[in-house]
């Protein structure tokens, strides 16, 4: 066998150097193909602009208004009832009393007004449009043009509200609101926006042309939020939790307030109004309602889903007003950025390579985050009714798909890669079975029956001295190939290459039925490809090579992955290794091609072998009882070989003589048989050869 010393490189004891970025971003974009990178930077994309841009998508628009609401309601500001703002309302007993229902009987406002004008309220808002004759009005507006305390009169127009009222009702109410005009009554609007489900949730835009909105016009607003269109903040009562019904604003039937009033009686009632801004208008059944995030979720002591009236509205707009609770807006480009972000933890999560409970807790985190981010957010008085919560479980579930789809695809395509390149050492179903189920290929020694093989190329040092390198690279690699195709083509491992010669075993990591009759299938498969290698190679101006030699045996080894940190190799150690390596050295001693011991004879399952004799092997005190395969003898010639070690073994000096003359003659030729009887006249019955 050739023996090569070859030195470690100093590399290997160095730090490995890092694979540079582009180089890994080209392995990257060669693994994953150019279509499919272009497939899934298009769909991240798109995962991108659903988690930014879900408010505007069908259904998703849906699903982010039903959790904006909510959020609204479970974070709306619990508080007391509000002191500076009371409603007085018509209500359905008041139009049962009066007889009245539209329009609206203004002889009881007109004498409602009278009385709250004279009890110190800071303004009035009227939520009642006048845009429809009756026989009081003159009544009416003598009252209203004779106001002392600030009084604002419901104003709509048909081109920025349609659908409240057409243009025979604008055209009145604004000849109606002329002539009560003066400095302390004037015009307001009404004006309110709804979403595409009909819930009002924002505050809406100034259209020109339009009186100052109601809130705006009853209290003063800083210039920075004249025209402010973020959310509503809705209240909700503090004590509606314990049954108590105190709701945020009192509410008081406009009657109380119409009833003929000495100075005492209005000094009583004076307490309900003073310096409170007064909202007048309808609390009427299916008239004036509206649909608040607040309607999302069942009142607490009610248990129904409520509607609230336009003049709530008002209310609520007023006292947001007035506390200055303006919600922050997020930029745009805030939500951009999370956009982008929710993708990318989507398409990372998707790479998490970790126990399955962190993944799990990755995965839940994130999800806590969605859902309690955004309620986080809307209790700190950020505006969120542009945030797309649901946009974002979507982008991450796409960037999740994205990533993890081409994280698939290239671990399929480096699963392949390693799967052929095992296949290099490891037959192919093995390598198929390794892949599947990892554990196989054991990282740590475990002891295993096993086939090993030797093999070495007789001549072969003498070639490597007479040629270029070039050329001994090449002859090698052609040799080696063709020895390493019959080892897997036979189910074995290739442990190693050392020179020209080929370690090979069957029965690690997988153990077959049929490893041992793969294995001498193989010993004499790879005896053969030396040959024709040989035959091969005679056209080529090189030295001449001999024949490869194989040895064969089986024995427990102890196979695993050894090494240091930085490189293992996955080999078998042993008693049955060495056995083998010995066997194919003692071919040269024994003028054979391919030694079997008599242990892997039992399990070879071959009908072609032939008694070699037994030895003792350099290195080893027990004797092993060699054999090699004769294919191309007869059964018969087999035979007389085996009859003659027989008697030798048995002491039978007369039949093996007879046996010995017969076989020397027969096979005058052959120099191995020929030996095998040099070496049975040497040693007595059960005595082995032993080889120097």
């Known amino acids: 066998m050739t023996t090569e010393t070859m030195a470690a490189p100093e590399a290997a004891t160095e730090k490995r150097a890092a ?45 982010e208004r039903a959790l904006y609401d909510s959020r609204a309601a479970v974070m709306a500001p619990h508080v007391d009832q509000d002191k500076r703002i009371v409603l007085v309302t018509y209500t359905d007993e008041t ?28 303004a009035i808002g009227i939520d009642i449009a006048f845009d429809s004759p009756r026989p009081d009005d003159e009544l009416l507006q003598t009252q209203l043009r004779a106001m002392k305390t600030p009084t604002w009169l419901a104003y709509a127009e048909q081109s920025s509200n349609p659908n409240t009222i057409f243009y025979e009702q604008q055209k009145f109410l604004e000849a109606y609101l002329a002539a009560v005009r003066t400095p302390k009554t004037r015009p307001t609007s009404v004006l309110f926006r709804t979403d595409g489900d009909s819930v009002i949730r924002n505050w809406p835009d100034r259209p020109k042309g339009l009186p100052p909105l109601m809130a705006n016009a009853l209290a003063p607003v800083d210039k920075a939020h004249a025209d402010y269109q973020g959310n509503i903040r809705f209240l909700v009562p503090a004590r509606a939790a314990d049954g108590q019904e105190e709701p945020v604003f009192a509410n008081i039937p406009i009657d109380s307030f119409a009833l003929p009033m000495d ?65 922050r807006p997020i930029p745009n480009l805030a939500l951009w950025a999370l956009a982008v972000l929710v993708v990318l933890a989507g398409g990372l999560t998707s790479l998490i390579d970790a126990r399955a409970r962190w993944v799990f807790l990755a995965f839940v985190a994130q999800m806590i985050f969605f859902i309690a981010f955004p309620f986080w957010l809307q209790g700190q008085g950020v505006d969120t009714t542009s945030l797309p919560a649901f946009g974002w479980a979507l982008g991450w579930l796409f960037g999740y798909a994205a990533v993890g789809t081409a994280a698939r695809t290239i671990g399929s395509r480096q699963r392949a890669f390693a799967q052929s390149a095992l296949g290099k050492y490891l037959p192919a179903d093995v390598a198929a079975q390794i892949m599947r189920d990892p554990d196989q290929l054991s990282l740590h020694g475990e002891r295993r029956n096993i086939f090993c093989v030797f093999t ?127 066997l194919e050295a003692a071919n040269k001693s024994l003028k054979t091609g391919i030694l079997i011991s008599a ?34 003898l007869t059964a018969e010639q087999r035979a007389r070989i085996s009859d003659m070690v027989a008697a030798h073994a048995a002491g039978d000096k007369n039949l093996y003589v007879t046996c010995a003359t017969a076989v020397a003659r027969e096979f005058s030729h052959d120099t191995s048989i020929l030996f095998l009887i040099e070496r049975l006249n040497e040693t007595e019955s059960g005595e082995s050869y032993v080889l120097s």
Not at 97 to 121: E, K, V, Y
Not at 270 to 281: F, M
Not at 553 to 566: L, R, T
């Open 19 to 63: 694979v540079p970025l582009r180089k890994q971003l080209r392995r990257l974009f060669t693994q994953l193909g150019l279509s499919r990178m272009i497939a899934t930077l298009l769909f991240l994309l798109v995962a991108v602009c659903i988690a930014r841009l879900s408010w505007q998508l069908p259904l998703a628009g849906d699903a």
């Open 95 to 122: 139009l049962f009393r009066t007889g009245i229902r539209s329009p609206l009987d203004r002889t009881l406002l007109a004498a409602a007004l009278a009385n709250i004008d004279q009890m110190g309220a800071k």
């Open 263 to 327: 100075a005492d009686m209005r000094a009583g009632f004076a307490d309900l109004i003073k310096d409170r801004y007064v909202l007048i208008g309808g609390d009427i059944i299916d008239n004036d309602q509206f649909n608040t995030p607040l309607s999302r979720l069942p009142d607490q002591t009610t248990g129904e889903r409520e509607t609230m009236i336009g003049l709530e509205v008002h209310a609520h707009m007023l006292a947001q007003q007035l506390d200055k609770a303006w919600s």
């Open 456 to 582: 070495d190329l007789q001549g072969f040092t003498a070639l490597s001295h007479a040629t270029t390198p070039e050329t001994v690279a090449r002859l090698l690699n052609a040799y080696l190939d063709r020895l390493s195709e019959v080892v897997l083509e036979h189910g074995g491992t290739i442990d190693k290459f050392v020179g020209d010669a080929v370690v090979a075993f069957w029965g690690a990591p997988l153990s077959r039925p049929n490893d041992g009759p793969q294995a001498a299938a193989a010993a004499l498969a790879m005896y053969e490809a030396g040959e024709k290698f040989r035959v091969d190679l005679a056209g080529e101006d090189v030295p001449p090579l001999g024949m490869t030699r194989v040895g064969l045996h089986v024995g427990d080894a102890i196979v695993g992955n050894f090494g240091g940190e930085g490189r293992i190799q996955y080999t078998a150690l042993g008693d049955s290794m060495n056995t083998a390596s010995r």
């Open 599 to 632: 242990e892997a004879v039992a399990r070879a399952e071959r009908d072609d072998l032939v008694p070699m004799g037994r030895v003792t092997l350099r290195g080893r005190a027990q004797p092993v009882d060699t054999f090699t395969p004769r294919p191309y």
